[in-house]
C-alpha cells in the first residue's frame, strides 16, 4: 500500500490497474493527513485516469465531494445521496443555475453576496470569474465596475458578459450610460470616465499589480491602478479584488482591508514540473521542436522577448517543413496577413503548420485570433512571452518555460507561479506539465502594499497629488509642498496630467518659460494637421520632459524618429500596409531581417500612436496653454491632431473595433456602411445592420470577422 503524497503521485503518473485500490490509498492518505493541498492534487490526479461511472466512479465523486471539488462531483453521476444532492444546490448560485461553485468559490460568493468586501489571492486555477458572473447573474447590483489590467482580458470579458442582455456593457468612457450598466476598463480608461454612476460593486482583477515597483518606485500604471482604486473607493461602494498568491497585505495598510484579505491554495488541476538540461539557446530549441513534434499535446512555449519567440518559431517551422504538422493551423488568417501586412512575415508561415504567436506587439485582433486558434485546436502550440501569461486567460495541457525572464530581467518565484498557473483545465486537462530548463526560483510570495492608500516611499508625487490634501499624511505634505511651490503650476492642472510626475511637469514648464516668443511660435497649433516644425518641436518636449516609461525603442530612439514616423503614418493615413513598407525599406535601419523590420512598425504603432503619443501630447498641451496664457499668448491646440494619431487616421472609433476582433483594413471598407456615426454606440448598431448586406466588397474571411464582432455585440 502506498503511502505518501510522492508515492501516489508517482502511481497515478502510470497506468492505474487497480483503480479500487489507489482510491483506497487516496481515501487513507485524506484520512491520516486531513483534507488539504497534497489530498485535493491526488484526487484530480485520479479524476484524469479513473473513470466516474460504477462502484470505482461512485468512490472518486465521494473524495471528490469530500474536498470540495463540487463541478467535477456532478459529472458522470449516475444518482446523487440525498446528502450529495443538497451539497451540490448549496454550492449553486441560484436553484436555476448550471454553475456548480467549488468549495472556495463558494464562501467567496456567498460573502460577498452579504454585502462583505474580498481581497481573494489564490491560484490561477481558482476560477475568478465564475463568481463574477455569478454575481452580475444575482440582479442585486445596478452598476458595477470591472478594472482588468489590459485591452485583451477587457474584451474577453465583454465577450464574457454580453450574454447578461439587461446590462449595458461599457468598455469606453464616452459611452453613454443606460440604466444598468457593466463597466469595463483599463485603470487608464477608468480615470478618462467624465462622471461614473452610482457605483454598487467594483472589481480589481490582478490586484497585486497596484504595488508593481521599480527600483524602489511605483511603475507608471501602478501608479494609475492606485488613482482608479482611490476614484472608485471615494463612492464607497463594495468591493472584490482578486489576484494570484500573495503572502498578505503590507501592515501599513488599515485594518479594516487586511480583514477583507482571504489566501487559499485550493487548485482545480495539477501540475508535474520536468527540468530538462541544455547549455545553450541553440540545444534548448531544438529540444523544443522535438518535445512538440513528439506530442499533440495543446503547448504554451514562453519566451522572454518578441525576439525570442522568433527564434522558436524558427525552430518550429523548420522541424514542420517536412509535413509533420499536429493541427489544421490558421491558413486563412495567414493569408490575410501575408495580402494586408507583409508576404514575408515569419507568422504567416508559422500559422499555416499550426503554431501560433502571441506578444505584445501585434494588432489587438490577430493576438485574439491566436488565442480563439488555440481554443478551438487549429493551433497546437502558441508561442508567447508575459503578455499572454497575465492579458489573457487561455490553458494548455503543457508549458515549456524557454527562458527564465522578463525583458531583461530574471523573474522571480511570483512570476513563475503566474506562468504555472497557466497549465491545466478543468474537466480537459486535469493534470499539466511544466517543462522547465533552469531551476525554479526559490518559493517566495511578497505582501502587497496599496501605496494609494498608505501614501508609502514608493508612490510617486503624480499619486499623492490625486490624493485630497486633507487626507495627506505628513510625509506626503513634506514631500509635495515643495514641487507645487517650484513648478508654478496650479494643483489642478497637475491632477489633469495623470501620470505625468510632477517633477517632470515643473522642467517643462520651468523649460518653456525661458523660451523667447520667437521659440513659442511652433507650439502655438492653429490646425489639426500640423506643419514639420511643429510636429518635430512637441516631440524634442515630449522625449526630453515627459517621455513615456521605457521610451527607447519601440520603432523610434529619438525625438527626430518619433516625429518623422508620425508624419509619415500621418502622410499614408494610418495605412498598416504602407507603415510596415516605410520600416521594411528604410535603408539606415541596421535591423538584420525583414521580421524585426516588421515587428518594429507593429511595436511603433502599438506603443506610440495607440496610446503614449496622444496622451503625452494632451499633457503637453495643458502644460504649453497654461504658460502661454501666463505669459498672454494665444495657446492653440494639440488635441485635434492627438485624435487622429489616437484614431490612426481614419474615421473616429473605428480603431476601437479593432479590440472587438475586426481589423482597422475591414472597417474602413465598413465606412460607408456606417453612416454618419457620431459615437461608438452608433457605429456598434450600424455595424450589426451591416453584417447581412452584400454590397461590401468583403472575402467569406472578413465576413466571418464581421459576424464574429457582431455575436458578441
Request: aromatic share 8%.
Amino acid at each position: 500500500m502506498a503511502g505518501s503524497h510522492a508515492e501516489l503521485t508517482s502511481l497515478l503518473r502510470g497506468e492505474v490497474d487497480d483503480e479500487f485500490e489507489i482510491l483506497s490509498d487516496i481515501a487513507a492518505f485524506t484520512s491520516i493527513n486531513g483534507i488539504g493541498s497534497e489530498s485535493t492534487d491526488l484526487v484530480i490526479r485520479a479524476l484524469e485516469k479513473i473513470s466516474r461511472t460504477g462502484p470505482e466512479g461512485e468512490i472518486l465523486r465521494s473524495l471528490a465531494m469530500m474536498h470540495g471539488l463540487y463541478p467535477y462531483a456532478v459529472q458522470g453521476a449516475d444518482h446523487d445521496s440525498l446528502r450529495d444532492a443538497v451539497i451540490m444546490e448549496m454550492n449553486r448560485p441560484n436553484p436555476a443555475s448550471e454553475t456548480v461553485f467549488h468549495r472556495i468559490q463558494s464562501q467567496v460568493f456567498h460573502r460577498l453576496v452579504e454585502g462583505e468586501n474580498v481581497i481573494l489571492s489564490a491560484p490561477t486555477s481558482f476560477g475568478k470569474s465564475v463568481v463574477i458572473d455569478a454575481l452580475v447573474q444575482t440582479g442585486r447590483y445596478k452598476n458595477l465596475v470591472l478594472v482588468v489590467p489590459t485591452i485583451a482580458l477587457l474584451d474577453e470579458t465583454r465577450r464574457r458578459l454580453s450574454q447578461f442582455r439587461e446590462y449595458k456593457i461599457v468598455t469606453h468612457p464616452n459611452q453613454e450610460l443606460s440604466e444598468r450598466n457593466i463597466l469595463v476598463m483599463t485603470q487608464e480608461r477608468l480615470l478618462a470616465v467624465p462622471q461614473l454612476p452610482a457605483v454598487d460593486l467594483f472589481f480589481i482583477d490582478e490586484f497585486y499589480k497596484l504595488a508593481e515597483e521599480s527600483e524602489g518606485t511605483l511603475e507608471q500604471r501602478a501608479s494609475m491602478l492606485n488613482q482608479a482604486f482611490l476614484r472608485l473607493a471615494k463612492t464607497g461602494a463594495q468591493f472584490y479584488f482578486a489576484g494570484p498568491v500573495v503572502d498578505g497585505l503590507a501592515s501599513v495598510l488599515p485594518s479594516n482591508l487586511r480583514a477583507s484579505f482571504i489566501r487559499t491554495d485550493f487548485s482545480t488541476v495539477a501540475a508535474d514540473t520536468r527540468k530538462i538540461k541544455a547549455s545553450n539557446d541553440e540545444e534548448r530549441l531544438a529540444i523544443v521542436a522535438e518535445l512538440i513534434g513528439s506530442s499533440c499535446d495543446p503547448t504554451l512555449v514562453y519566451c522572454q522577448s518578441p525576439a525570442k519567440t522568433r527564434k522558436a518559431l524558427e525552430a518550429l517551422i523548420e522541424q514542420r517543413s517536412s509535413g509533420a504538422t499536429v493541427s489544421r493551423g490558421l491558413p486563412e488568417v495567414a493569408e490575410w496577413i501575408e495580402e494586408n501586412y507583409h508576404p514575408d512575415w515569419i507568422v504567416s508561415r508559422a500559422l499555416r503548420r499550426g503554431v501560433g504567436v502571441h506578444h505584445g506587439r501585434l494588432p489587438r485582433w490577430r493576438a485574439q485570433k491566436m488565442v480563439q486558434g488555440f481554443e478551438d485546436g487549429d493551433l497546437d502550440t502558441l508561442v508567447c512571452t508575459n503578455s499572454l501569461i497575465e492579458g489573457v486567460n487561455t490553458r494548455a495541457k503543457r508549458i515549456i518555460i524557454l527562458d527564465r525572464k522578463v525583458a531583461n530581467r530574471a523573474y522571480n518565484y511570483f512570476t513563475f507561479a503566474n506562468i504555472r498557473g497557466r497549465v491545466g483545465r478543468m474537466f480537459k486537462h486535469f493534470v499539466g506539465e511544466i517543462v522547465l530548463f533552469h531551476d525554479a526560483p526559490t518559493r517566495e510570495f511578497p505582501e502587497i502594499d496599496i501605496p494609494g492608500v498608505s501614501q508609502s516611499d514608493i508612490a510617486p508625487s503624480s499619486l499623492l497629488v490625486q490624493i485630497d490634501e486633507g487626507d495627506w499624511s505628513d510625509e506626503t505634505r513634506e514631500r509635495v509642498s515643495p514641487v507645487l511651490e517650484e513648478s508654478g503650476l496650479s494643483l489642478k492642472v497637475l491632477r489633469s496630467i495623470k501620470g505625468v510626475e510632477p517633477e517632470a511637469a515643473t522642467e517643462l514648464a520651468k523649460h518653456i518659460r525661458t523660451l523667447p516668443t520667437s521659440r513659442l511660435q511652433p507650439l502655438q497649433w492653429s490646425t489639426s494637421y500640423p506643419k514639420w516644425a511643429e510636429l518635430r518641436a512637441v516631440c524634442e518636449l515630449m522625449w526630453n520632459y515627459i517621455p513615456p516609461s521605457y521610451h527607447r525603442g519601440h520603432g523610434a530612439y529619438s525625438a527626430q524618429q518619433v516625429a518623422y514616423q508620425v508624419n509619415q503614418a500621418s502622410l499614408v493615413e494610418g495605412r498598416m500596409k504602407d507603415i510596415i513598407a516605410g520600416f521594411v525599406e528604410n535603408e539606415h535601419d541596421q535591423s538584420p531581417s525583414v521580421d524585426e523590420k516588421i515587428e518594429a512598425a507593429f511595436d511603433f504603432v502599438r506603443y506610440w500612436l495607440d496610446h503614449n503619443f496622444p496622451t503625452a501630447l494632451r499633457a503637453l498641451d495643458v502644460v504649453v496653454s497654461e504658460i502661454l496664457e501666463e505669459r498672454g499668448l494665444e495657446s492653440g491646440s494639440f488635441d485635434g491632431f492627438s485624435a487622429r494619431v489616437e484614431s490612426m487616421f481614419s474615421a473616429p472609433h473605428l480603431t476601437t473595433l479593432e479590440e472587438y476582433g475586426l481589423p482597422l483594413e475591414i472597417s474602413r471598407q465598413l465606412v460607408r456602411g456606417l453612416g454618419n456615426s457620431r459615437s461608438l454606440d452608433e457605429m456598434l448598431e450600424a455595424i450589426q445592420v451591416l453584417r447581412g448586406t452584400e454590397r461590401i466588397p468583403l472575402t467569406s474571411f472578413e465576413r466571418s470577422l464581421l459576424g464574429e464582432v457582431v455575436a458578441t455585440i
